[in-house]
């Protein structure tokens, strides 16, 4: 027994044979306006494009590097300063006690010496000793330095 | 999330760069269409539109458009706003869609160049046209696409973009509307004008009757 099967795809013509032409000019329009407007970029476009993707993602691991060095130093140097303080502290604190502390007095000895002696050969090779002052302007020019990179990174990360 | 590229999306941003070239693919040439009516020149659209793409890659890295419902209506606003920022920079002066938020007065002046395009480049091309084309004298299907053709490249930014951005990008008036920055009443209004001096155009040129062979 053979089966037909009709496959309706327009219902509504069955009931309006009649077409609507203006409808249709107007879609007719639409679909060459459409045509019209489709522009097609160059065929290695995508190619171009994805070797920029890959250097961004270079340049992104790179920050991710050179953040976590920076971190590290960063960390190293604070903790290095707070164990500083400390002992500074615990060292000041021994001496007002009146307390015997020849270890101690030796070790504050030997570093006021070192820093005697860089300083010394600082002023004989550039010209300038080693003071409270020009501690200070040392530690401004770092923060500087410090401030400016951070600065230029995140310019160049908005642009 | 009913974002199609929602998977694409956690791919990349989970490092799988090479997925980036899957949205590209697909978006490169309705972004292409955008960027070039801007421009105009092909090197500068296509320029822009590298730009416009690492944009939206690094949104998806950073997650910027979380919260977003469609990559396609965020990044064709991308497109558009680089495209515009790239010709202000490249002109160094008022970039000419600068018209698009303004009054009323700027339908008179799309209608202007319209009219005038009609007048001097249609009956030229289309008659240029005729000549070369056999002595039947029924119009072709080709004929009128060449003019709808020759008509879309001649009218102003102010309607161009709208049109790419309706019938290309597949944006919906209110998305245009928020992109451009016009009351959505605007839109409609360019969208339907273009059409219809369009369709002017052609049934001053052809009987209703004879175009409909090509429907």
New interface residues.
């Given amino acids: 027994m053979k089966i037909f099967n009709f496959n309706i795809s327009n219902f509504y013509s069955i009931f309006s044979p009649m077409q609507d032409?203006s409808k249709?000019?107007?879609?007719?329009?639409?679909e060459?306006?459409?045509?019209?407007?489709?522009?097609?970029?160059?065929p290695n476009?995508?190619l171009?494009?994805?070797k920029?993707?890959?250097l961004?993602?270079e340049f992104?691991k790179e920050d991710v590097k050179t953040e976590r060095i920076v971190r590290y130093i960063i960390g190293s140097l604070t903790s290095l300063m707070v164990v500083f303080a400390i002992i500074i502290g615990f060292v000041m604190k021994t001496n007002e006690d009146g307390k015997e502390i020849s270890y101690f007095n030796s070790l504050i000895n030997t570093f006021s010496t070192f820093v005697e002696n860089v300083s010394l050969t600082a002023a004989e090779t550039f010209g300038f000793a080693f003071n409270f002052e020009t501690g200070i302007v040392i530690l401004l020019i770092m923060v500087c330095v410090f401030l400016f990179s951070f600065a230029e990174k995140i310019i160049f990360r908005k642009s | 999330m009913s974002e199609p590229y929602s998977e694409i999306i956690n791919k990349i941003r989970n490092g799988d760069s090479a997925e980036f070239r899957i949205i590209a693919d697909e978006m490169k040439d309705k972004a292409f269409s955008l960027t070039i009516k801007i421009l105009k020149s092909k090197e500068e659209a296509e320029d822009s539109l590298q730009e416009a793409f690492m944009k939206l890659y690094r949104a998806i890295i950073e997650n910027q458009f979380e919260a977003r419902a469609k990559l396609s209506t965020y990044f064709y606003s991308i497109v558009y706003n680089t495209a515009v920022d790239n010709y202000k920079k490249l002109k160094s002066k008022r970039f000419s869609i600068v018209s698009i938020d303004v009054d009323d007065s700027n339908f008179e002046e799309g209608d202007d160049l319209l009219k005038k395009y009609y007048e001097n480049e249609i009956k030229q091309s289309v008659y240029e046209e005729r000549h070369e084309m056999s002595s039947d004298k029924k119009i072709s299907g080709r004929e009128v696409e060449k003019i709808i053709k020759s008509y879309i490249g001649h009218i102003p930014e102010q309607y161009s973009v709208i049109l790419t951005m309706f019938y290309i990008n597949d944006l919906s008036h209110e998305e245009i509307s928020d992109l451009l920055k016009l009351p959505i009443g605007t839109v409609k209004n360019r969208i339907f004008r273009a059409k219809a001096k369009l369709k002017d155009i052609i049934l001053k040129k052809y009987p209703e009757e004879e175009l409909l062979q090509y429907v």
């Fill in positions: 032409d249709n000019i107007d879609s007719y329009l639409e060459n306006i459409r045509i019209s407007l489709k522009a097609s970029a160059s476009f995508s171009e494009l994805m920029r993707v890959e961004e993602k992104a």
